[in-house]
């Protein structure tokens, strides 16, 4: 059930968001295998005048938020920061370098999925 929303600096393309929105979807899948039906990427835009990195305004950057049921490995988690970063700077041209991610991991409990239940009572 991964759930990404991922910040970037406004003005960038219609045709560099839904490659951006492709390939953090396919990221998801080559990493972690996760099934694409439970897959939900969503684009949050940020003015410039509102991001400050480093001390500099403006500042190119992108910040992925993940949710995630509880239970991968490290391993696969470093793979999907990993895969994460290069599909932003395949899409949008963001070096990596620039691309910061948090992964939120939920337990089965906290999770709502289809049909409006716990993940947990859909047996997750």
Not at 53 to 66: F, K, S, Y
Not at 85 to 109: C, F, M, W, Y
């Amino acid at each position: 059930m991964p759930i990404i929303n991922i910040q970037i600096m406004q003005g960038h393309s219609a045709e560099q968001k839904t490659a951006l929105l492709k390939n953090m979807t396919q990221a998801v899948v080559d990493s972690i295998a996760a099934p694409l039906p439970s897959i939900r990427v969503v684009i949050l835009e940020t003015p410039r005048e509102n991001v400050i990195v480093g001390g500099e305004l403006g500042q190119d950057m992108a910040l992925a938020t993940v949710g995630l049921i509880s239970g991968r490995t490290e391993e696969l988690k470093a793979a999907l920061v990993a895969a994460l970063a290069n599909a932003v700077e395949k899409s949008i041209g963001l070096s990596t370098q620039h691309v910061r991610t948090i992964i939120l991991d939920t337990p089965t409990t906290d999770m709502g999925v289809a049909g409006g239940r716990t993940a947990k009572a859909a047996g997750r």
